[in-house]
């Protein structure tokens, strides 16, 4: 059984980072891309960041863009969210999430139906 487990989230002020986990577990995803998404209450979820299979391209949300970082350790089957700066509009429950297109491996994708895994997602508040 594929599972994606994030962790990481929590309460912090304005202007603090956070750093999320996500690891697989029931096979490897070291070849393809991974994603970040969140979702505030009464919203749809949105994309957040997104990165290619070997780590080397990454896409940003516009509006985390020189905020976020994600990176990957395919060794740990690991991706990671890095949030500094944060502001009260980044609270949402954030979600990793895996697919198996091969365009997407080689581009990184940034539509949830383009997703096939998700995991349960982590809260992050972010309080002013």
């Known amino acids: 059984q594929v599972q994606l487990a994030e962790s990481g989230g929590g309460l912090v002020q304005a202007g603090g980072s956070l750093r999320l986990s996500c690891t697989a577990s029931g096979r490897t995803f070291n070849n393809a891309a991974m994603g970040w998404f969140r979702q505030a209450p009464g919203k749809e979820r949105e994309f957040v960041a997104t990165i290619t299979w070997s780590g080397g391209d990454t896409r940003y949300k516009d509006a985390v863009k020189g905020r976020f970082t994600i990176s990957r350790d395919n060794a740990k089957n690991t991706v990671y969210l890095q949030m500094n700066s944060l502001k009260p509009e980044d609270t949402a429950d954030y979600y990793c999430?895996?697919?198996?297109?091969?365009?997407?491996?080689?581009?990184?994708?940034?539509?949830?139906?383009?997703?096939?895994?998700w995991g349960q997602g982590t809260q992050v508040t972010v309080s002013s």
């Open positions: 999430a895996a697919t198996s297109i091969d365009y997407c491996a080689d581009n990184g994708c940034w539509y949830t139906y383009e997703y096939e895994y």
